[in-house]
């Protein structure tokens, strides 16, 4: 790739911002300022930026807005969405439409910046951009599309699955696991996990390409393993129903968990199945490509977050296992449970046993 | 004149609050009183029910009355009437026996005494004069009665003298008293064809004349006449008797073997016995027959009395049974009264609630877009005190060399100075400051100092809005409260939304200013709400005939006309459920009225619409919403 300081745009309405950010970032990057997303257009067809780092809210158009035709425009450059309003519409969007690399609050660290801009710098010109970028596998637009009968009419009726590929759907609502199986059609194999410790322990016994995740189970909160899991396992692609009001959620989703979409809980039966089939894609490439998982590297969630979740994961799994011990047992696992004496230990340290193998010590 | 007025009003805890529950106050209707409105509706009612039990009751009663008196009459007259016919079918009797007895008695005496004795003797007295009497005129008394006048009696009296005198006279009497000694009849008189009384055992009588007697008259044609008399003193055979009853009889006298009347008898019978008799029975019975009223009478009055009675035992009863009824209704109607006030003051109570949170949910949103608005200029401006500082570190050997040279020039006189750079030569070299950088950070500083500017002002805005260290009621520039309130709102609403400003040359008004921000606050954001991507909002301002007109303007969608009339009431919402309480434009409407202004929507669909706040000049708020 090209040699020298990495070329980084900054768009921000107000003057100041992008002045304090060229004095920022002028020492280690090359940086080019602007206050209008036009003309940040402009400039992005003049120059081959590795980084682009945008304002949300902005005149006349949003953040999200410009960073989608950003994507379009320059599919190589990594996106920052820079903001200091966390409109949680605005933060799904930029991870539907958008794609952004990281969701980044001000005011600023002026440490962190850098070092994340270097970081990204360093991704976009040393790994390849996935096929799907290029192609715009799920255009922002096709999301209101898909809403569309007619827009169902072009899409396949079922998701495909090829052979070792699997979707684990963890939520404990009925409804939308029914809702998920019946847009997915009977022959695409779904993992069904309605507490931590079940998502653990199918995660353990078999890597799952798509994992389809409500916030919540129960009142646990999920998104810590979503984040760990794609530290250790970036090919899992990540799809979260977006029934949240917490914006710090929604960020450490985006940040740390790398989110590929949300979906909203309200959604039609072709918008679901349309992510998810290319959910499916995505995490082929990723799998077919080791190089391209580094686009979407995730921020470390941090040991408190580990150590929170594998307490969280064992608590699930004693409440499970107290009140149907074997119950989660499929034909294949049957054994770990009549191993042990106490049939709760004898699971819990399966469990803690998967835990480890997936999270780390 | 005002600031007594106004530290008073101050001193109210919520007072936006205050003015929406008083704005509320005058607007809805007067309160219906259940409780009252019940008693004095079915006391009425019930007190008429009565009335009217009480008057059938009293007509029934009179009715009653009526019937009783009515067969009492009925059987009084009856009785009356047996009474009566009793004693005139026995005085009938009695009269027709004794002039039966009369007649036979005139027949024997006649056939004893009229041939030999008084046939001669009335052919006699023919021949005294009686003409020349009847010829003198009668006369009329004082009663306006017909009558003979003395001379006229004197003139027959004088020939009843001259009929005396006749021959025979003395035999016949003597005859005649002998004949009737010792029985009833107590008189005897004998009158010839001319009606003269040529005999009377009562010698003063004879000469009389009985031409216009009635009796007389009918017995001349045949017929005896008789007639019951009482006498007080009464003149007979055996001297003067008193206080007899007498049955008088005028009896035709036919001569012995013929028709023909040749005379008549006037016979008085003594009937005192018998009719003390009849009269005797005749008591008795009317006696039975006034024992017999009575008894009806009191038998009536006892009925009477009963049904009374059991009219005011009805009327008693309805009473009660009607302060029953009205004692269980009125316990459920002050049990529901009590239920419906504690309803209406838990709706009041939530519909406050509702108010409040409606009002917290805008300000929260605003403070929310704030905070984020803050965090712009807080951003570059820590970015950039971040980065001088770094910088300062690099600055230091610099400023440290040139203080030494400084200090060497100052000791060293001429114009060459030899440093020995031994031991500072690393960090000499190492000197990595341009003289731009110095600039670059005055620059920096500059940009961090109109960051601090910029908050400032967010701060003076949100001081302006809130204006909680400003008198609640004050003189008030609309224009700047618009200003302040337009300021803060587009931290809230899209930016693809542009906010026009227009404001017109208005003159302060006095009012709430607290409570007008939050009108146009949530007129703004409604109207940014109504716009579905790109649009604009404007803001007017201008004067108008003794109003304050603000127009918030926006391009959205607009209002449906069948809607427009109750986007003011309480509790509408278009909004989706959880999202909007309803009570944003119906507060809105509260406080703009207790201002003494109003509050309208201009929208056609598809258009956008037009919310038009009108305030007068001396608006005051809550002055008036306490007025």
Avoid at chain 1, 4 to 9: F, S, W
Avoid at chain 2, 253 to 280: K, N
Avoid at chain 2, 586 to 605: E, F, K, L, Q
């Amino acid at each position: 790739m090209e040699a020298g300081k990495g070329r980084v745009l900054c768009v921000d309405d107000e003057p100041h911002v992008v002045r304090a950010l060229h004095w920022l970032l002028r020492k280690d990057f090359e940086v080019h300022t602007t206050t209008s997303a036009t003309e940040a257009l402009q400039v992005l067809g003049q120059h081959d930026f590795d980084v682009v780092v945008s304002d949300q809210r902005m005149p006349g158009v949003t953040g999200v807005e410009f960073l989608r035709d950003v994507r379009k425009a320059a599919p190589r450059a990594m996106r920052i969405l820079l903001t200091g309003y966390s409109d949680l519409d605005a933060m799904l969007r930029s991870v539907n439409e958008s794609e952004v690399y990281r969701f980044v609050t001000k005011p600023w660290d002026i440490k962190a910046l850098p070092k994340l801009i270097a970081e990204a710098v360093e991704i976009s010109r040393s790994t390849p951009v996935v096929a799907a970028e290029r192609e715009e596998a799920v255009p922002a637009t096709a999301i209101q599309a898909a809403e569309s009968e007619a827009a169902q009419a072009h899409r396949p009726a079922t998701v495909v699955l090829r052979d070792g590929e699997s979707i684990l759907l963890i939520d404990d609502d009925d409804g939308i696991r029914r809702t998920v199986r019946e847009v997915l059609g009977g022959g695409v194999p779904v993992r069904h996990a309605s507490n931590l410790a079940e998502a653990v322990h199918a995660l353990d016994q078999a890597p799952a390409s798509v994992v389809i995740s409500d916030v919540r189970v129960g009142k646990v909160d999920v998104t810590r393993l979503i984040r760990l899991m794609k530290q250790k396992h970036p090919e899992v692609v990540a799809v979260v129903f977006s029934g949240v009001q917490d914006a710090q959620v929604v960020m450490d989703l985006i940040n740390q968990g790398q989110v590929y979409r949300f979906i909203p809980k309200t959604s039609k039966p072709g918008l679901i199945r349309l992510i998810v089939d290319s959910a499916i894609k995505r995490h082929r490439q990723l799998a077919d490509s080791p190089e391209a998982r580094r686009r979407f590297q995730v921020e470390a969630a941090g040991e408190e977050a580990r150590r929170s979740l594998h307490r969280d994961v064992e608590q699930s799994a004693l409440a499970f296992a107290g009140a149907s011990p074997g119950a989660l047992a499929p034909a294949g696992a049957a054994g770990f449970v009549e191993e042990g004496s106490d049939e709760g230990q004898g699971f819990l340290h399966r469990i803690s046993g998967g835990f480890r193998r997936l999270f780390g010590a | 004149m005002r600031l007594p007025a106004l530290a008073k009003r101050e001193a109210a805890p919520d007072p936006s609050d205050a003015a929406v529950s008083k704005a509320h106050g005058p607007a809805g209707p007067v309160q219906f009183r259940l409780v009252r409105y019940f008693t004095v509706a079915s006391l009425v009612a019930f007190a008429v029910v009565a009335a009217a039990f009480a008057w059938f009751e009293a007509k029934r009663s009179d009715f009653f009355r009526d019937v009783q008196e009515r067969e009492g009459a009925f059987f009084n007259s009856t009785q009356d009437q047996f009474a009566r016919r009793q004693e005139e079918a026995a005085l009938r009797d009695l009269l027709a026996i004794h002039e039966a007895g009369n007649v036979n008695l005139t027949r024997l005496f006649a056939n004893a005494l009229w041939e030999r004795d008084f046939a001669p003797f009335v052919a006699r007295a023919a021949s005294v004069p009686i003409d020349h009497c009847r010829a003198i005129a009668d006369v009329v008394d004082a009663k306006g009665k017909t009558v003979a006048p003395p001379e006229k009696k004197a003139c027959f009296a004088e020939a009843g003298q001259r009929i005396m005198a006749l021959p025979g006279f003395r035999e016949i009497d003597a005859k005649v008293v002998d004949s009737m000694k010792k029985t009833s009849v107590f008189k005897i008189k004998v009158f010839d064809l001319r009606g003269v009384t040529v005999y009377s055992s009562e010698h003063a009588q004879i000469g009389e004349d009985k031409l216009s007697n009635a009796g007389w008259k009918r017995a001349l044609a045949g017929t005896p006449a008789s007639e019951l008399t009482h006498r007080d003193r009464f003149s007979a055979f055996e001297g003067v008797v008193e206080n007899r009853d007498l049955i008088s009889s005028y009896l035709p006298v036919l001569g012995p073997g013929t028709d023909r009347i040749v005379g008549v008898f006037e016979v008085y019978s003594d009937v005192t016995p018998f009719l003390a008799q009849i009269r005797g029975t005749s008591t008795q019975i009317k006696a039975s027959a006034a024992a017999n009223r009575e008894k009806v009478a009191r038998v009536s009055e006892e009925n009477q009395s009963q049904v009374e009675a059991s009219s005011r035992v009805q009327v008693g009863s309805l009473l009660a049974v009607l302060a029953v009824l009205f004692g269980v209704l009125f316990l459920i109607v002050r049990r529901a009264d009590g239920i419906i006030a504690a309803q209406e003051l838990d709706r009041d109570q939530a519909h406050q609630q509702l108010a409040q949170s409606e009002k917290m949910a805008a300000l929260g949103q605003m403070v929310a877009g704030v905070a984020h608005q803050l965090n712009t200029p807080l951003g570059f401006s820590k970015s950039n005190v971040s980065l001088v500082m770094d910088q300062l570190d690099q600055l230091a050997t610099p400023v440290k060399v040139a203080t030494r040279i400084s200090a060497l020039v100052r000791q060293v006189p001429g114009d060459k100075i030899v440093l020995d750079v031994g031991r500072s030569r690393g960090a000499i070299e190492a000197i990595d400051a341009a003289p731009e950088d110095v600039a670059a950070m005055k620059e920096m500083l500059g940009d961090v100092l109109r960051g601090i500017d910029q908050m400032s002002e967010l701060v003076v805005h949100m001081r302006d809005f809130t204006r909680l260290d400003r008198a609640r009621v004050s003189e008030f520039d609309v224009n700047g409260g618009l200003k302040s309130v337009v300021y803060l709102a587009k931290s809230v609403i899209p930016n693809s939304i542009e906010v026009v400003e227009a404001y017109g040359p208005i003159r302060q008004i006095v009012c709430t200013p607290s409570q007008l921000n939050q009108i146009f606050l949530n007129l703004i954001i409604n109207a940014s709400q109504a716009i579905e991507d790109r649009g604009r909002i404007t803001v007017a301002t201008r004067e108008e005939a003794g109003y304050v007109r603000v127009d918030v303007a926006d391009t959205g969608t607009g209002i449906p006309p069948e809607i427009q009339e109750r986007i003011f009431e309480p509790y509408f919402t278009t909004k989706p459920e959880g999202v909007g309480t309803g009570l944003g434009l119906n507060v809105a409407r509260d406080i703009a009225r207790a201002h003494g202004g109003d509050i309208t929507v201009d929208s056609r669909p598809g258009h956008g619409a037009t919310f038009t706040v009108v305030l007068p000049f001396e608006a005051g708020g809550e002055t008036r919403a306490a007025a």
